[in-house]
């Protein structure tokens, strides 16, 4: 599957705009991040990106978050995708699905989604809600206020050091990734 097959299959399942800029900014960090960790599999992991979330508007992960990533994959299946190494990294990045991140690849996309959320929370407290405006300092002064986005998973953003990444490069890495494709995102 490539990258456009990719978003013709979420553009079928997903609707909601919030959701789809969602994956996109996943998918721009997965990108960023696999050009210093495996940088030849640079859009497959933009896919896994993409396709994390790929259930959102499919399931009910509120009240039973376990079949979050779960349903994923059987959307990809029904599409006939057969990729195991992407199903288990989609189940990854929720650990309620049973999958725990283990490999590089699950461990940066678990990181990766909050941090998108997270980012993008910080640009919109910008006068000019724009993400270019977003300092490196900021999201690391935000990190330990828990009331401040409170919904992203610090311990997950913080994991990305398991895989040799301090958290200032990561916030780097995220930043300058969703800024390529600030139009796109609305930022």
């Known amino acids: 599957m490539n990258r456009e097959e990719a978003f013709e299959i979420l553009k079928k399942y997903m609707k909601g705009e919030k959701y789809i800029k969602h994956s996109l900014a996943v998918e721009a960090i997965m990108k960023g991040l696999a050009k210093k960790l495996e940088p030849e599999k640079e859009e497959y992991w933009g896919i896994v990106g993409l396709l994390h979330d790929l259930d959102e508007e499919q399931c009910n992960w509120q ?26 990294a989609i189940c990854a990045h929720n650990p309620a699905s049973g999958v725990k991140a283990t490999t590089t690849l699950q461990k940066a996309v678990y990181a990766a989604d909050p941090m998108s959320g997270f980012c993008n929370a910080i640009a919109l407290c910008y006068p000019d809600k724009k993400i270019a405006s977003v300092k490196i300092k900021s999201v690391l002064k935000r990190i330990p206020e828990k009331r401040f986005a409170a919904g992203a998973n610090r311990e997950a953003m913080l994991s990305i050091e398991k895989l040799g990444i301090e958290m200032e490069e990561f916030a780097e890495i995220a930043l300058n990734s969703m800024k390529e494709i600030a139009e796109e995102l609305g930022l």
């Open 63 to 88: 009240e039973h978050p376990e079949v979050h990533g779960k349903t994923a994959v059987e959307l990809l299946k029904k599409e006939g995708i057969e990729d195991e190494v992407l199903f288990d």
